[in-house]
């Protein structure tokens, strides 16, 4: 049974950083293009940043330069370092694990809340 299990979200002023974990089970991370995403109230789910199973990684315009996605291949986890955040970055955020190929999936976590106060 495959799970991904969301964790490090909360509240954080403005200016502050968040560390998103993302421990999978059932499936290898190294070789799934995992992504992040986050959807705000009343808005649509949109990516945040991906990593391939190459290791190229992926990032939405607004968080260039501030987010980094990073993948741990022995702790089967990825991580979005979240710094200098801003009240727009709220959102429940998930993690994502797709392969296509022979073995293809989609997978989504159950999300992690992350509130940035002003």
């Known amino acids: 049974q495959v799970r991904l299990a ?6 954080v002023q403005a200016g502050g950083s968040l560390r998103l974990s993302c421990a999978a089970s059932g499936i290898s991370v ?3 293009t995992m992504g992040w995403y986050r959807q705000a109230p009343g808005k649509q789910r949109d990516l945040v940043a991906d990593i391939t199973s190459g290791g190229s990684t992926n990032y939405v315009d607004s968080v260039k330069g501030r987010f980094i996605i990073s993948r741990d ?5 990825v991580y979005l370092e979240m710094n200098s955040l801003k009240p727009e970055d709220t959102a429940v955020y998930y993690c994502n694990a797709r392969r296509i190929g022979v073995f293809n999936y989609d ?3 159950q999300g992690t809340q992350v509130t940035v106060s002003s």
């Open 6 to 11: 969301e964790s490090g979200g909360g509240l």
């Open 107 to 109: 997978y989504w976590g």
């Open 30 to 32: 190294r070789i799934s």
């Open 73 to 77: 291949n022995a702790k089967n986890t």
